[in-house]
C-alpha cells in the first residue's frame, strides 16, 4: 500500500512569489490535514479536507489556502510568500481525520529567499 | 482551550538506559492521545495511541498509559538503543469535533553506544 506521496520535497522561492505543494493520500483515505513545522513554533494546524470540504481550519493568515479533489488529493497554496514562511510542510491523511492514525508524508521543505 | 505540554529536550542517554519522556495535556473532553516519532528527513510515523483513560498504547518496547486523573501520557522505553535517536511528538485527537491533532512542541532523543 502506498504511503502519502508530497511533491515537491524541496522548493526554493523569492519573497513575493506564491506556492503551491501537492499531497496524495493513501488510497481509501478521505482526510487531509497540513501541518506547518518549524524550529521556533513546531507543529501547527493548518486546515483539514475531508471529501472537498474544509472542516477546520487554524490561525493563519488568508495567504494559505487549500482545497481538495474528487480523487482526494490536496493541494495547498501560499501566496505573497514571507520569509517566515520557510518551513516543512507536512499532509497527513486518515480515514475520517479523528481519533484514527494519521498518515504522515516526508514533507515539502519550502525556503523562502 | 486545548493543548499538549512536553518535556523540553534534547534528552541524551547511554544504550540501554530507561526512558522517559513526559507528556501532559489540557482538554476539554476526552481525547485520544498519541506518541508520534519522527526520524531525520522524515514524516512523522505513529509509534503508539490510547482512546480511553487507563488505556496503555506499546509498540517496539515503547508504552504510555493514559491518565485521566493526572492529565498525563509519558512515554517510557526500559532500553533505548542507539536506533531510537529521534524526535518524538506527545498529540491528542478528539472523536469529533475539531478534526485536528493537536501537537506538543516535541522532544529530542540522543542515544550514545
Known amino acids: 500500500k502506498a504511503g502519502v506521496t508530497q511533491t515537491p520535497r524541496y522548493l526554493i522561492k523569492t519573497r513575493g512569489q506564491q506556492v503551491t505543494l501537492s499531497c496524495s493520500p493513501i488510497?481509501?483515505?478521505?482526510?487531509v490535514s497540513w501541518y506547518q513545522q518549524t524550529p521556533g513554533q513546531g507543529l501547527q494546524f493548518l486546515f483539514e479536507?475531508?471529501?472537498?470540504?474544509?472542516?477546520n481550519k487554524g490561525n493563519f493568515p488568508g495567504r494559505f489556502s487549500g482545497r481538495q479533489f474528487s480523487n482526494s488529493r490536496s493541494e495547498m497554496n501560499v501566496s505573497t510568500l514571507e520569509l517566515g514562511d520557510s518551513a516543512l510542510y507536512l499532509c497527513?491523511?486518515?480515514?475520517?481525520?479523528?481519533?484514527?492514525?494519521?498518515?504522515f508524508g516526508q514533507g515539502t521543505r519550502l525556503t523562502v529567499v | 482551550g486545548n493543548s499538549v505540554t512536553q518535556m523540553e529536550g534534547p534528552v541524551t542517554l547511554s544504550e540501554e538506559a530507561f526512558l522517559t519522556i513526559n507528556c501532559t495535556y489540557t482538554?476539554?473532553?476526552?481525547?485520544?492521545l498519541f506518541w508520534y516519532v519522527q526520524y531525520p528527513g522524515e514524516g512523522l510515523q505513529l509509534l503508539l495511541k490510547?482512546?480511553?483513560?487507563?488505556d496503555k498504547g506499546s509498540n517496539k518496547g515503547f508504552e504510555a498509559t493514559y491518565r485521566k486523573e493526572t492529565t498525563s501520557f509519558h512515554l517510557e522505553k526500559g532500553s533505548v538503543q542507539v536506533s531510537d535517536s529521534a524526535v518524538y511528538f506527545c498529540?491528542?485527537?478528539?472523536?469529533?469535533?475539531?478534526?485536528?491533532?493537536?501537537f506538543g512542541t516535541g522532544t529530542r532523543l540522543k542515544v550514545l553506544a
Open positions: 498529540a491528542l485527537s478528539f472523536t469529533s469535533g475539531t478534526y485536528k491533532y493537536i
Open positions: 488510497s481509501g483515505h478521505r482526510s
Open positions: 479536507y475531508f471529501s472537498e470540504t474544509q472542516r
Open positions: 482538554a476539554t473532553g476526552y481525547p485520544s
Open positions: 497527513a491523511s486518515s480515514l475520517e481525520g479523528y481519533s484514527t492514525e494519521a498518515f
Open positions: 490510547a482512546t480511553k483513560a487507563d
